[in-house]
C-alpha cells in the first residue's frame, strides 16, 4: 500500500498527522521490477469508473478473456508457457489519472498497454508509453492526431475516424446506386469535438471525391443539447436525400427522435463513426423510430465463427452480450500476445518491434490480418455497414462481411 | 465578516415602498425592451438561415425547451432566493428523482407521470434531510463552504447512482406519446407536457409564496431573517422547508423532463448550468420570473445555433448571463417573490 | 519591511486575520519543508512520484486561488480560465514558434493577468459581489472554453501535444519520464508560489488588500486604493495559476479546451483552499496534500482491498463517493479548514 506510505510520508513533511498515515510495506521498485520472472504483464488502461464505465469494464473483461484463452492454451511457448497476468488501471475517463495509472503500471513491470476507449487519455497515455519506451496497443481511440507525431510506441487496432468516413461515403455511393436511388446531397449533423468534426471534415472530402453534395453541416454541442428538432427541420428544407449522423449515444438518440417527428424526405440515415446506431441498446431505446438506420463503424465480425463463440463465452461469463469495444481489446491483448511469443522476450524494447511485424487473425471486421503501418496504425483496419433490420443490427456492406443485403429506404417513407 | 458569510441578500435592495409605481412601469418597460430585442433577434434570424420554416420551428422548439429549463430552475431560485445558497447539488437532485421515476416504471409499469406521487414527497424529505444535515448551521453558511458541500453531495448522489443504476443510459418512454403540426412546425407532445406542468407549477409556487401562511413566512425570512425571527418566526426551520420545497420541484421537473431525455447519473450537469443562467435572469427567488427566464435562454439556445454555426449554443447563454449580471444583476424582472 | 500592524477583527472571525507573527518564521518554515521534500523522488516508487508531481500542480492552483479568494475575498469560481491561458499560450508558443516554455509560463502569467485584469475590471465596476461575482468568473471561464473549442488557431477540440525531445533539457522542461527534475522543477515554482503569497500578504499592498476585504467601505474611507489593489490581487493570483497550467502541459505533454478550461479545474483550485483553510498561507499547502493524494489512496484502497472492505472491489464510483464523503465531512467538521480551525484553537 504504497499510496499510504506516500501520505505518511508528505504528511510529516507538512507536519501534520492526516490519519491516513501509518506504517506500510514499501511498493513496487523501480521500472524493470519483476518483469524477468513470474506471468508476463499486460496493462490494461479503461475507464471503470465514471461516465464511460460500462463500456470500459467491457474492455477490461474482453481483455481479460483473451488472456484467460492465451493461457488456456499453454501461455507464451517461447518463453517456456510462462503464463499471461492482465494488471489493470482505472483512467476514471480523465487524462492526468490516465497517465499516472499506465506509469503505475509500467513501474509494475507491464510489457505493454492495452487502452484506452477515450482519445484524449489515449494521447496522454501515448506520450507515456514513448517516454517509458513501452509499447501502447490502442483497442478503441478515435482520434488519428496521436498518429502524427512520429511516435514509435503506439499502435492502433481500431480503425481510425478518418478511415471509417471514408469508408462510409464510398459505401453510401454504392449502395445507393445499387438500390437505383443514387445519393445527390448528403446533410451532415454532427456533434462539434473533434470526433464529430473530425468525422464530417473526412466524409465531405471523400464525398466530394465521388461526386456527392454535401449540406448543409449542422453541428451542436453533445453536452448540453437537449433537442435537435430545429436542426433536423433544417435538414428537411434543404432537400438534402441523405442524413449522416456523427455523434455519441444520447444525442444520436435526440437526433432519431428528432427525426422521427419532423420526417424529412430523405432516402436514408446514415451513421458515420456513431456512437448509437450498431448499439443493440439502441434497437431497443428507439424501437420503431430507429429501423433501418444504416452506421458506417468498426464492429465485432458477425460472420467469423470464432467471434461467435468468444461473444457466447462472454455472454455466458459476464450475462451480458459483448460489445465491439471488448472484442477490440481482445484482438489487442492477442497483439501483444503475439509480440512476446516472438521476440521470446519481455523487454518492451524487443516486444514493441515484434509488434511492429505481428500479423494476427482479428475477431473484428478487418481487410486481413492486424498489420501495422509505420506509423503504428492498423494498416488492415476496416469499418462495415450496418443496419438496424427486425430488431436486430446486420452486417449489409461489403458483400463477403454482409448477412443481408442493405435495404436503402428509411421507415417512415414508401 | 465580509459579504461573503453573511446571512443577508447579496443585492442591495434599494427601492422604498413608495416607488412601487415607478417600479411597475420599469418592470412593462423592461418587459417591452426584452420582446423588442427579441423580435428583432428572431428577424436576424430570419435573414441568417433564410427559411422561415427553420426560424419557426426554432422558436417553437425553444420556447418548449425553455419550459423545461424554467421548470428545473424553479425549485433553484427558491433556494437561492431565500436561502442564499448557491446549490450545485440541484442536478443532481434532478438525477436522483429521475432515476426513482425510471426505477418505478421499470418495477411496476406505472404511466412516468404517475411517479410523481412518490418522486416529490422523496426529493422533499431528502432536500430536508440535506439541509439540516449539511447545510444549516456554522458550517454551512459561508459560500466556499456551500460550494463544496453542495458539489460534494452531487459527486456522492451521482456516483451512488452509478453504483447502483450503472452507467449505461436509461430511456423512459411515455405511452401515448404523439406528436401536431403547428403551422408547419413538429411539437412532441411529451415536450408539450412538460411546458404545461411548468406553468402550472409556476403558479402553485406563486400561489404558495403569495397566498398562504406559510409563503408569507417564507417571504419574510427571505427579505429580513432577524426581523422575521423578531415576529416569532422560526427562520431555521422555515429555511428547512424552502429548501424541501425546492427539492421537491426538482423532483417534479424531473418526472416531466423524464421522457425527453436519456436518463444517466450525470445528467444533472447538463442542466445545473443553464439552471443557474435561468436564475439570474429572471432574479433570484422569483419564480415566475424563472419561468420567463427559461424561455429566452430557450430562444437564447436555439437562435445562437443559427447565428453562430459550429459554435455551442452555450455561448450565447453565456454572452446573456454576463450582460446580464453586469447591468442588471437583480435580473431582469428582479423583484423578489 | 516593517513588522505587521494590522490586528485582527475583534469578532471571532479569525481565520482571515493576517497572521500576527513576523513573516520570517512563515519563510523558515517554507525553507524547511522545501528541503525535506528535495529528496522525496529519490525515496518514492514511480507511480507515487507522479501523484507527489500532481499534488504540487494542485498546489501552485491553490495558492493562486487563495490570494484572490482567501486574501482578497473575492470569490472565484472560473480559475480554469488561468489555469488554461497559463496552458495555451505556453503550449501555443512552444508548438507553433518553438519558444521555451520557461518563456511560454511568463507569456502565460501575463496573458492570464492582463485578462484576470480585464474581467475584475468590469466585475467590481459593475459591483458583482459574492456568489454574483463567482458565477461570473465561470461563465468567463466557460466562454473561453467554448471559445477555444471553435477556434482553428487553438487546435480546436484537439489541442495541442507537446513535441517529444531525445533526452532531456531544463530550458525545454522536458526530462526522461520517471526523472526526479519533474519534481525538484515543480517544487521550485510552488515554492516560490508559496514565498510570494507570504510576501505578499505581510506587504503594505497585502495589508491593504485585506482591510478592503474586511471592511471595503472603512478602508476606501481611511484612503486605500481600493480598485487599484483588488486588481493587483486578481493579476497576481492568475499569473501563479498561469504557472500551474504551464508546467502541467509541461509535465502531461498535452492540453486540450477541457484539459485547460474545464470546469473541474476550476473547482480543484478551491477544494483544497478550503479543505487546508481559506486566507491562510498554509490551508493551501496541507489542503493539497490531502486532496491531491487522496483520490490515489481511496484509488489504491479499492484496487487492493484490506480483507473487511473485499466486498467493495472493483465497484465502480465508489472511489469518487468516498471522496465526496471525505470532503463534505471535513467542510462540516471543520468549517474554517484544517490550518484555520488550527489556527483558531492554538490563539484561545
Known amino acids: 500500500m504504497s499510496a499510504r506510505m506516500l501520505v505518511a510520508g508528505l504528511g510529516a513533511v507538512a507536519l501534520l498527522v492526516t490519519g491516513c498515515g501509518g506504517s506500510a510495506p514499501m511498493g513496487a521498485g523501480g521500472a524493470a521490477a519483476g518483469r524477468d520472472e513470474g506471468p508476463v504483464k499486460i496493462g490494461a488502461l479503461h475507464p471503470v469508473s465514471g461516465s464511460n464505465a460500462v463500456d470500459g469494464l467491457q474492455m477490461r473483461r474482453g481483455a481479460q478473456l483473451a488472456v484467460d484463452a492465451i493461457n488456456a492454451a499453454g501461455g507464451i511457448k517461447s518463453l517456456g508457457g510462462r503464463k499471461v497476468e492482465l494488471v489493470t488501471g482505472d483512467t476514471q475517463g480523465k487524462a492526468d489519472i490516465g497517465q499516472s495509472e499506465a506509469q503505475r503500471l509500467i513501474s509494475a513491470g507491464a510489457v505493454s498497454l492495452v487502452g484506452t476507449y477515450q482519445s484524449a487519455v489515449s494521447t496522454n497515455v501515448a506520450v507515456v508509453a514513448e517516454r517509458n519506451r513501452v509499447p501502447f496497443v490502442m483497442d478503441v481511440t478515435a482520434s488519428d492526431a496521436i498518429f502524427s507525431h512520429g511516435y514509435r510506441y503506439s499502435f492502433r487496432v481500431q480503425p481510425g475516424s478518418k478511415a471509417i468516413a471514408t469508408a462510409a461515403a464510398q459505401y453510401l455511393k454504392a449502395v445507393s446506386d445499387q438500390a437505383g436511388k443514387p445519393v445527390r446531397k448528403v446533410a451532415f449533423l454532427h456533434e462539434q469535438s473533434d470526433f464529430g468534426s473530425g468525422a464530417a471534415d473526412a466524409f465531405t472530402a471523400a464525398a466530394k471525391q465521388l461526386g456527392i453534395g454535401i449540406g448543409p453541416n449542422i453541428s451542436y454541442d453533445a453536452t448540453t443539447v437537449s433537442d435537435l428538432t430545429a436542426q433536423v427541420t433544417q435538414v428537411k428544407a434543404s432537400g438534402a436525400d441523405v442524413l449522416a449522423v456523427a455523434g455519441y449515444y444520447r444525442d444520436s438518440l435526440l437526433a432519431a427522435k428528432a427525426i422521427a417527428s419532423v420526417k424529412p424526405d430523405l432516402n436514408a440515415v446514415w451513421g458515420v463513426s456513431n456512437g448509437a446506431y450498431d448499439q443493440p441498446k439502441f434497437v431497443a431505446d428507439a424501437g420503431a423510430l430507429g429501423n433501418l438506420y444504416f452506421s458506417a463503424n468498426y464492429h465485432y465480425d458477425a460472420t467469423n465463427p470464432e467471434t461467435v463463440t468468444l461473444r457466447e463465452k462472454y455472454q455466458k461469463q459476464y450475462g451480458d452480450p459483448m460489445r465491439t469495444g471488448a472484442v477490440l481489446s481482445y484482438d489487442a491483448v492477442q497483439v501483444i500476445a503475439h509480440g512476446v511469443e516472438q521476440a521470446a522476450s519481455t523487454d518492451p524494447e524487443k516486444v514493441r518491434d515484434a509488434i511492429a511485424g505481428a500479423q494476427v487473425a482479428p475477431l473484428t471486421v478487418g481487410r486481413g490480418q492486424i498489420q501495422f503501418a509505420p506509423n503504428g496504425d492498423n494498416r488492415n483496419a476496416f469499418p462495415v455497414l450496418m443496419q438496424v433490420r427486425d430488431g436486430r443490427v446486420q452486417q449489409v456492406y461489403p458483400p463477403e462481411k454482409a448477412e443481408s443485403r442493405p435495404d436503402y429506404r428509411v421507415a417512415w417513407r414508401p | ?337 | 519591511m516593517s513588522t505587521i500592524t494590522i490586528a485582527a477583527p475583534s469578532n471571532s472571525d479569525v481565520v482571515k486575520a493576517p497572521s500576527l507573527r513576523p513573516q520570517n518564521r512563515q519563510f523558515a518554515i517554507l525553507a524547511i519543508l522545501v528541503v525535506v521534500a528535495i529528496p522525496l523522488p529519490l525515496i518514492l516508487p514511480a507511480a507515487q512520484g507522479a501523484v507527489a508531481v500532481r499534488i504540487l500542480i494542485f498546489l501552485l492552483m491553490a495558492v493562486g486561488w487563495n490570494i484572490m479568494s482567501g486574501f482578497g475575498g473575492m470569490f472565484s469560481f472560473g480559475h480554469a480560465a488561468y489555469f488554461g491561458l497559463g496552458a495555451y499560450t505556453s503550449a501555443y508558443l512552444l508548438v507553433k514558434h518553438n519558444v521555451s516554455p520557461w518563456i511560454g509560463m511568463l507569456a502565460g502569467m501575463v496573458v492570464a493577468a492582463a485578462v484576470a485584469v480585464v474581467i475584475g475590471f468590469f466585475s467590481f465596476r459593475y459591483k458583482l459581489q459574492g456568489a454574483y461575482f463567482a458565477l461570473a468568473t465561470f461563465a468567463f471561464a466557460e466562454m473561453l472554453r467554448l471559445i477555444v473549442t471553435s477556434s482553428a488557431f487553438a487546435n480546436k477540440s484537439v489541442g495541442y501535444s507537446v513535441p517529444l525531445i531525445q533526452g532531456s533539457s531544463l530550458w525545454q522542461i522536458q526530462f526522461p519520464a520517471d526523472s526526479p527534475a519533474y519534481f525538484w522543477v515543480a517544487l521550485f515554482l510552488a515554492g516560490a508560489a508559496v514565498a510570494i503569497s507570504i510576501g505578499f500578504l505581510h506587504s503594505r499592498a497585502g495589508r491593504y488588500v485585506t482591510a478592503i476585504r474586511d471592511d471595503e467601505l472603512a478602508a476606501a474611507s481611511l484612503g486605500a486604493p481600493v480598485l487599484r489593489h483588488k486588481l493587483m490581487t486578481v493579476a497576481l493570483s492568475a499569473a501563479i495559476t498561469a504557472v500551474a497550467g504551464a508546467f502541467y502541459t509541461q509535465y502531461y505533454l498535452f492540453v486540450n479546451p477541457d484539459l485547460g478550461f474545464g470546469s473541474a479545474i476550476s473547482i480543484q483550485a478551491i477544494v483544497p483552499v478550503v479543505i487546508g483553510g481559506i486566507g491562510t498561507v498554509w490551508g493551501p499547502v496541507v489542503g493539497a496534500i490531502i486532496i491531491g493524494s487522496l483520490t490515489d489512496v481511496t484509488a489504491t484502497l479499492l484496487r487492493t482491498p484490506p480483507g473487511f472492505l473485499g466486498f467493495l472491489q472493483g465497484r465502480s464510483g465508489l472511489d469518487v463517493v468516498l471522496y465526496a464523503v471525505l470532503v463534505i465531512l471535513i467542510v462540516r467538521l471543520l468549517p474554517k479548514g484544517i490550518v484555520g480551525t488550527l489556527a483558531a484553537r492554538w490563539r484561545r
Open chain 2, 1 to 337: 465578516m465580509t459579504e461573503l458569510d453573511t446571512g443577508a441578500p447579496v443585492v442591495p435592495e434599494t427601492a422604498p415602498p413608495d416607488r412601487k409605481a415607478k417600479a411597475d412601469k420599469g418592470f412593462l418597460g423592461r418587459a417591452g425592451i426584452v420582446a423588442a430585442v427579441l423580435v428583432v433577434a428572431i428577424v436576424l434570424a430570419l435573414v441568417q438561415s433564410g427559411s422561415g420554416l427553420v426560424v419557426w420551428q426554432s422558436v417553437v422548439t425553444g420556447i418548449l425547451t425553455g419550459g423545461l429549463y424554467g421548470l428545473i430552475a424553479m425549485g433553484l431560485t427558491l433556494i437561492f432566493g431565500v436561502l442564499d445558497i448557491v446549490n450545485f447539488a440541484h442536478g443532481a437532485f434532478l438525477a436522483v428523482a429521475m432515476f426513482i421515476s425510471f426505477g418505478m416504471v421499470q418495477a411496476t409499469g406505472l404511466h412516468p407521470y404517475l411517479t410523481l406521487v412518490v418522486a416529490v414527497p422523496v426529493l422533499f424529505l431528502l432536500g430536508a434531510a440535506v439541509h439540516r444535515g449539511l447545510l444549516s448551521g456554522a458550517g454551512g453558511r459561508s459560500l466556499e463552504n456551500q460550494l463544496l458541500i453542495t458539489l460534494g453531495l452531487s459527486l456522492l448522489l451521482e456516483n451512488g447512482l452509478l453504483m447502483f443504476f450503472g452507467a449505461e443510459p436509461k430511456t423512459i418512454a411515455l405511452p401515448g406519446d404523439f406528436q401536431f403540426p403547428l403551422l408547419g412546425a413538429v411539437v412532441a407532445g411529451s415536450r408539450l407536457y412538460a411546458f404545461l406542468g411548468a406553468i402550472v407549477l409556476g403558479g402553485l409556487l406563486f400561489w404558495l409564496l403569495r397566498r398562504t401562511r406559510l409563503g408569507t413566512a417564507i417571504r419574510a425570512v427571505a427579505a429580513n431573517a432577524s426581523g422575521a425571527a423578531l415576529v416569532g418566526i422560526n427562520v431555521r426551520r422555515m429555511h428547512t422547508l424552502t429548501f424541501a420545497i425546492g427539492t421537491a420541484c426538482a423532483g417534479a421537473a424531473a418526472v416531466l423532463a423524464g421522457p425527453l431525455v436519456t436518463v444517466t447519473p450525470t445528467l444533472g450537469e447538463q442542466f445545473n448550468i443553464t439552471a443557474f443562467v435561468v436564475v439570474v435572469l429572471g432574479g433570484m427567488g422569483n419564480v415566475v420570473g424563472a419561468l420567463v427566464g427559461g424561455l429566452l435562454i430557450g430562444l437564447v439556445e436555439q437562435l445562437t445555433t443559427i447565428y453562430l454555426g459550429g459554435q455551442s449554443s452555450l455561448l450565447g447563454v453565456f454572452v446573456v448571463f454576463v450582460l446580464v449580471l453586469f447591468l442588471r444583476p437583480q435580473g431582469l424582472f428582479g423583484r423578489r417573490a
